[in-house]
């Protein structure tokens, strides 16, 4: 972690570690650097933007829904959200939403062009409308990563449920894990508590578009547009509340647990052909992996934009979160990309594993 802030991959970050040796569960943190420069050390309970570790989140409070009958993976997109209608993405179904491949268009700015005040009702309803008929480009022969398709998941979740997607979110993940005050949609909180983490969190970048450097509030323009609460982005967290989830989900799909469903964690898991995607997750690719080469092939994961990640290792028991804010002070810096393979690899030697 120091060698990654002396190698300015990132200005601060914090690590968490999460094994299973028997019946004991051990867990190590390590804060490194500042939240920026001239500023305060990192600590170990500094809330991070987790970007798209968002998704996993969002993706396992659908499938504990799922458990308990309230929703279906093979409910169509339009008819919970009307708002999608007539769009590519009305037409997907929840499942195809949440594994990519409802052929919606990776990304898009829909955040420039909105015609209401962000965060409005009508806000909502536009970028809804407009990101369900923005189709992936060109003949596609698999799934595409798609921020549009989880925007619109995250609101047939929560439309499903009849309440808002934090509160779904808290409700079935950091309410029955006990981490509730470590992960969280910053757009949702009471303004004494926003306050507070503006203060505490690690800023990300400097947002032309918001005319201001971006701490204790999404890092995605998208999001922020929507209100700051939706299914592709927008939660904040702390490296052991993302690890404490990583570990329910893990022990979950090991026997240890029953915070999921085996079988729908082994269904969300299930390769699905010509891509290492999954429902809510990726799995590590073959070659060239941020899991690094000593992690097993059977570890799954995903990555955030503004320098997140997690890996559970199901072979080694073996849970990995790093949070950065390597976005600070632009996203061009990509050092991270060399340095979380390595840090990887360096974990599970130190562990002998």
């Not at 005040?117 to 596609?140: H, K, N, Q, V, Y």
């Not at 799909?253 to 269904?267: P, S, V």
């Not at 809510?280 to 941020?290: I, L, R, T, Y």
């Not at 955030?304 to 061009?332: K, M």
Request: net charge neutral; hydrophobic share 40%; with cysteine.
């Amino acid at each position: 972690m120091d060698a990654g802030v002396a190698g300015q991959a990132f200005p601060g970050g914090v690590a968490c570690v999460n094994w299973r040796e028997g019946d004991a569960v051990h867990t190590v943190e390590v804060a490194a650097g500042r939240l920026r420069a001239g500023e305060a050390e990192v600590r170990s309970t500094t809330p991070y933007d987790l970007a798209s570790l968002t998704k996993p989140i969002v993706a396992m409070s659908a499938l504990r829904l799922v458990a308990s009958g309230r929703l279906s993976l093979d409910v169509r997109t339009d008819s919970v959200v009307t708002d999608v209608r007539g769009g590519v993405g009305g037409a997907a179904t929840l499942e195809m939403l949440l594994t990519h491949r409802s052929g919606l268009a990776d990304w898009g700015g829909l955040y420039l062009d909105v015609p209401h005040d962000p965060g409005t009702a009508a806000a909502r309803r536009w970028i809804l409308s407009e990101a369900s008929r923005r189709p992936a480009e060109g003949e596609l022969k698999g799934p595409l990563y798609s921020d549009l398709g989880y925007l619109i998941a995250g609101e047939v979740i929560a439309r499903t449920a009849g309440e808002k997607l934090d509160r779904v979110v808290q409700r079935e993940v950091t309410d029955p894990l006990g981490i509730t005050p470590d992960l969280f949609f910053p757009g949702a909180l009471p303004p004494d508590r926003r306050a507070v983490i503006v203060r505490e969190a690690a800023p990300t970048e400097w947002c032309e578009w918001r005319g201001r450097l971006i701490r204790g509030e999404v890092h995605d323009e998208n999001s922020a547009a929507f209100g700051g609460v939706a299914g592709n982005a927008g939660m904040f967290g702390t490296a052991r509340g993302v690890a404490t989830f990583g570990r329910a989900v893990l022990d979950s799909l090991l026997g240890h647990g029953d915070f999921l469903r085996k079988d729908l964690i082994e269904h969300a898991l299930a390769p699905i052909p010509g891509t290492s995607i999954r429902l809510g997750w990726d799995a590590k690719s073959s070659e060239n992996s941020s899991a690094g080469r000593r992690m097993s092939a059977k570890t799954f994961g995903h990555l955030g934009f503004t320098g997140t990640s997690i890996w559970c290792d199901p072979e080694r028991d073996l849970v990995i979160v790093l949070l950065t804010n390597r976005v600070h002070p632009s996203r061009a810096n990509e050092r991270i990309k060399g340095f979380r393979p390595g840090f990887h690899d360096g974990v599970i030697a130190a562990l002998g594993k």
